[in-house]
């Protein structure tokens, strides 16, 4: 019992990083906090914790463990809800992992929608360009573009995303549609998140790869910068197709190359446990994938 309540007073700190401020949502004195993280680090044999003026932070091995912990802490309170009759609401926070511009272009309404459904739930987004880790990371639910991070987990398949390159059609009379990949080296190229000196663009030609190494006319520190200045007709752009999508609906932008493009990238939902997966993970992974499927920017067939 002391264990688990040690455990609660090392993940309340974790996210408060104050002692006084934990003591004081607690309602403990901040001995007991002290005495409570040094029972944890004897009974590791780990320092979790450094202690300075501006407060506390973790260590290496604080990090891996508070993973664990929050997933020991949630496991304990969903068995709570399950005995008590709960379970049948999703309730509890819950920790998901996706691509940056997967939530500025996909997810937001989804995520609206889901938190208007089941109240009861927190979501903690975590947001990179990575595969995660999920178990060491302490991830219930994560979106992945790609190939997956682990065979023991459930992945239920979304879609694919593709590989596009486009230009406003005011670019394209004035300056001539590219007709093979090599034809991108007379043309304004514009660079995104980080690109600066030089670009490389991907293509595919009869299974071979086909890179592109070229100077960019415009370099900008973000997509969402390189699209808008290609739909004002600077030049062509490059990017997985859901940040485009809006733009080539509507016209703003034209698809160039699609005989070239690499082959696209498939989209999973993925989540630990299957059935045994808890009520919040399940509820969301319910409520998120048909809506995923449906999104046309995710369709395996692309229109041109």
């Known amino acids: ?24 949502h607690l309602g403990v004195s901040v001995a007991t906090v002290t005495r409570a993280i040094d029972r944890l ?22 990090i891996a463990y508070l993973a664990d ?4 802490l949630q496991e ?9 009759g709960l379970h049948q609401q999703a309730r509890g926070n819950l920790s998901l992992f996706a691509p940056r511009l997967f939530n500025s272009y996909i997810l937001p309404p989804i995520l609206a929608g889901y938190l ?7 979501v903690f987004m975590r947001l990179h360009d990575r595969s995660p880790g999920m178990l060491e990371e302490g991830i219930d639910v994560a979106l992945v573009i790609g190939e997956l991070p682990g065979s023991s987990l459930i992945a239920r398949p979304v879609g694919h995303v593709h590989t596009i390159t486009c230009a406003s059609p005011a670019y394209l009379a004035a300056q001539g549609t590219p007709q093979v990949p090599a034809d ?7 660079a995104s998140q980080g690109q600066r000196e030089w670009l490389q663009w991907s293509f595919q030609h009869q299974g071979q790869t086909l890179n592109i190494k070229a100077r960019p006319r415009l370099a900008c520190a973000t997509l969402q ?5 290609a739909c004002s007709g600077a030049g062509l752009v490059q990017s997985l197709n859901y940040p485009l999508f809006d733009h080539l609906q509507s016209g703003q932008l034209c698809r160039v190359l699609q005989p070239y493009e690499p082959a696209p990238l498939p989209v999973h939902l ?21 809506r995923l499927r449906a999104h046309p920017a995710l369709l395996t067939t692309q229109p041109s």
Do not use: W
């Open 184 to 190: 991108l080296k007379t043309h304004s190229l514009i």
């Open 41 to 62: 680090e004897a009974r590791l044999n780990q320092q979790l914790l450094l202690r300075s003026t501006r407060g506390v932070s973790l260590t290496d091995a604080g």
């Open 69 to 72: 912990c929050s997933r020991i």
């Open 116 to 122: 208007e459904q089941c109240p009861l739930v927190k």
């Open 76 to 84: 304990v309170a969903d068995s709570e809800a399950s005995a008590q």
């Open 225 to 229: 910068g390189a699209i808008n200045i």
């Open 1 to 24: 019992m002391q264990r688990h309540h040690d455990m609660q007073i090392f993940q309340a700190l974790c996210e408060r990083h104050s002692l006084m401020s934990v003591a004081s």
């Open 270 to 290: 993925v989540y630990r446990e299957g059935h045994k997966a808890s009520m919040r993970v399940r509820s969301f992974v319910d409520y998120a994938l048909p």
